[in-house]
Every structure is written in structure tokens, then in C-alpha cells.
């Protein structure tokens, strides 16, 4: 007699999550010509604050670990976030959970 398996109906959700990330930047070190190569190179952006928002991001996304414990940490773009003085760290999250979906 063949056993049948009986699956389990899936649930699905949409989460908003919503995270605060400290970013800690050298200004010294995001000089004009390392911007204009960046910009060459990787984003369009201008100012201290918009590679602030940049590593915030990448944080938030957990696609690069930027803690102030791991100077050797590669970033692309940045190099070694110990040698460009960058540091973040996720300071606060909250999350609510929006609604469920119907799964037809």
C-alpha cells in the first residue's frame, strides 16, 4: 500500500521591518578624487551623507557586516573598512506584521 504524504498548507505573510543603522564615516578619507573615482566606478553619489545612506542600506540588507570589530572587512568600492574609517551598526529594529495573504 503506498503511503501518501499530506502537505502542510503554507501561511504567508508581509512583515514591514523597519531598522535604524548607525554609520560612522572619515571625512577625511572620502576625498574629492576618491568621490569622482566612486561615482566613476560604482553610484552617483555626491556627499558624505549619501554614502552614509549607501552603507546604511547594505547593513540593513545584510550584505556586508561593517562592525567596528572587523577593520579587515572588503567592501567593494571602499576597500577595507578599517582603512576608510567606516563603521555601522544596526542601533534599533522593529517590525510589524502587515497582513497575512491569501495563498489561492
Known amino acids: 500500500m503506498a503511503e501518501t504524504t499530506v502537505k502542510p498548507k503554507l501561511r504567508t505573510f508581509e512583515v514591514e521591518v523597519r531598522q535604524i543603522v548607525r554609520v560612522k ?34 547593513v540593513a540588507r545584510g550584505v556586508a557586516e561593517l562592525s567596528p570589530y572587523l577593520p579587515k572587512e572588503f567592501v567593494e568600492g571602499y576597500g577595507p573598512i578599517g582603512e576608510m574609517g ?19
Open 86 to 104: 567606516i563603521s555601522a551598526e544596526v542601533h534599533d529594529c522593529e517590525q510589524d506584521v502587515l497582513r497575512e495573504l491569501s495563498d489561492a
Open 25 to 58: 564615516l572619515d571625512p577625511a578619507k572620502f576625498t574629492p578624487e576618491f568621490m569622482a573615482d566612486f561615482r566613476r566606478d560604482f553610484y552617483p553619489l555626491y556627499g558624505l551623507d549619501d554614502h552614509a545612506e549607501h552603507l546604511a542600506q547594505l
